[in-house]
């Protein structure tokens, strides 16, 4: 069965600190990866997506991921935090089957302090 | 830039109620979903589609069901409204094939009361 994994419910980081949110997964075959991060009574935005090619993917308002398939993980980073980047943050797979849809980790919630 | 509208930012409901909640995107995308939210759960999928008229069941589709006459238009129709149907609701829509992500909504959030 294909999964997700986020294994922390809460990251506290302080501005201006790197910042690391850690996704898991398992799939059979390669795995199509994303981020999303959804801010307080909103809907979800795409971040970054991992498909083929370079293991180090760059996305929106800094955020990158790194792949890492002997570990299957997809970590979500960031040199530099701001406080402005708290918020939920949600790793998928995309399913093989079911018309394709995501399967999402149960969300990471990230507090970036002053 | 793509938009997903949901038509409802929130919305109460009483317990029994037939509930519709619309979700419309201008982008023509074929596919469709449908999904919950609650805290630690993540998001869930209830019902998806991927085209006019076709409909597939997600994990949770107890107590719901969906209808798409036209390509842009998706919606989640509650038969009997209960209160653990309370929640966030989320539609997302994304081209065919497999390696684009979705769009979303801002979410409806629904309570039963």
């Known amino acids: 069965a294909q999964s997700v994994a986020q294994p922390e419910d809460q990251v506290n980081v302080a501005e201006g600190n790197p910042l690391t949110v850690k996704c898991t997964y398992s799939?059979?075959?390669?795995?199509?990866l994303f981020w999303y991060v959804q801010y307080p009574n909103r809907g979800l935005q795409f971040l970054l997506k991992?498909?083929?090619?370079?293991?180090l993917v760059k996305g929106s308002y800094g955020f990158e991921a790194e792949f890492n398939k002997s570990q299957t993980s997809f970590h979500l980073k960031k040199p530099s935090a701001l406080v402005s980047d708290s918020a939920l943050y949600f790793c998928?797979?995309?399913?093989?089957?079911?018309?394709?849809?995501?399967?999402f980790g149960q969300g990471t919630e990230l507090s970036v302090k002053p | 830039d793509v938009k997903v509208t949901q038509s409802s930012r929130y919305l109460v409901k009483r317990t029994g109620e037939k509930v519709f909640l619309e979700c419309v995107q201008d982008m023509d995308h074929e596919n469709m979903f449908w999904y919950r939210q609650d805290p630690g759960l993540g998001l869930r999928l209830i019902y998806f589609s991927y085209d006019v008229k076709m409909k597939e069941k997600g994990d949770i589709p107890e107590g719901y069901s969906v209808s798409r006459e036209k390509k842009e238009r998706f919606s989640l129709i509650l038969e009997s409204a209960s209160t653990n149907q309370t929640s966030m609701y989320l539609c997302a829509s994304s081209l065919g094939g497999t390696s684009g992500g979705y769009t979303f909504g801002s979410g409806t959030r629904l309570t039963v009361v």
């Open positions: 991992y498909i083929t090619g370079d293991n």
């Open positions: 998928a797979v995309r399913s093989l089957n079911q018309g394709g849809k995501l399967i």
């Open positions: 799939v059979s075959g390669n795995p199509y």
